[in-house]
């Protein structure tokens, strides 16, 4: 009897480890960095805009280029593996990324507290000024559409729209999906205002016959990564920090929004001590192959992925 109840424990005590080697196996799978992730499959999923020039957009021919997508083609490199651009909207940017579809998402997303409740940001790669794309002729003032009669347009997800809201909780709303349908609302008197960055608003303001007021709001934009993820959080800030120092940054942002950045890189402006050190562990930095900055700063970039 009690070789029976000693066999009955045995049998319990290996099933115990059996489980405990398995919830340890599988915890150490579902821990894996991104970064050791992108470079065991070889290649690395980026999300960005497909709409936005010049931080994002596709070309006549298709091509994916702006600032955004050579930020990644450099980084692609210097992780010595290949790259694949999907595109994200304001509404599929954080599923797409906590699904594991794309591995970073780089393009013009501002950290904000609520944001960060799921997911991480790096240190910021720009900063950009929130401005109101409004009719040719209407105010300039960003402070004559802080009305209770102003309905302003926006898109889902933008964090100017938090902001707008904290500093005038009785503004009204309407918000769409993509960029085009406000700016198409604007036109057709259906909001009066639309609340937008700087440079897309530029952008409509000069192909559609609008006009942008003065800026009311200054944003940073960083790289969004998922949650809890240091190796590959700390991979990407120091690469950034390497941009800034190599001036790579300053070249690439010159290239497509025509003059160099007007803001500093890392925690208030102070670059990581020693940054350039490659680590002996989790931290690829391949060297570049002869003639890749040319083309990274040259009008082709999108021939290097």
């Known amino acids: 009897m009690r070789s029976g109840m000693a066999n009955v424990k045995n049998v319990a005590a290996l099933l115990v480890g059996i489980l405990a080697l398995g919830l340890i196996n599988s915890s150490a799978s579902a821990a894996e960095s991104t970064l050791h992730t992108v470079l065991k499959r070889g290649k690395l999923l980026v999300g960005t805009t497909f709409d936005s020039p010049p931080t994002g957009s596709l070309d006549a021919q298709g091509n994916v280029v702006g600032y955004a997508p050579d930020l990644a083609r450099y980084i692609a ?27 970073v998402e780089i393009a013009i997303t501002t950290p904000q507290k609520a944001r960060n409740e799921v997911v ?30 102003t309905t302003i347009g926006g898109t889902q997800g933008n964090g100017f729209v938090e902001n707008w809201k904290a500093e005038y909780p009785e503004a009204k709303f309407k918000l ?27 952008r409509f303001a000069k192909s559609q016959g609008l006009a942008i007021t003065e800026p009311w709001k200054r944003s940073e934009n960083a790289f969004m990564v998922r949650q809890d993820d240091s190796k590959w959080r700390n991979w990407l800030n120091w690469a950034l920090q390497r941009m800034w120092i190599e001036k790579t940054i300053h070249k690439l942002y010159a290239k497509w929004y025509g003059f160099e950045p007007n803001f500093k890189m890392g925690d208030n402006g102070q670059i990581q001590q020693r940054v350039e050190i490659i680590g002996k562990t989790d931290d690829p930095w391949q060297a570049l192959p002869p003639g890749f900055l040319d083309t990274l700063f040259g009008d082709k970039s999108y021939t290097l992925n």
């Open 77 to 103: 490199k210097r992780l010595g593996v290949e790259l694949e651009f999907v595109q994200i909207t304001a509404a599929t940017r954080v599923p797409l990324l906590q699904t594991g579809r794309i591995d």
């Open 120 to 149: 991480d940001f790096t240190l910021a790669h720009m900063w950009d000024d929130g401005v109101l794309l409004v009719s040719q002729g209407a105010s300039l003032k960003p402070a004559d559409y802080k009305t209770p009669t």
């Open 176 to 202: 769409y999906r993509e960029e085009p349908e406000v700016v198409i609302a604007l036109k057709n008197g259906q909001v009066d205002a639309y609340l937008v960055n700087a440079f897309t608003g530029s």
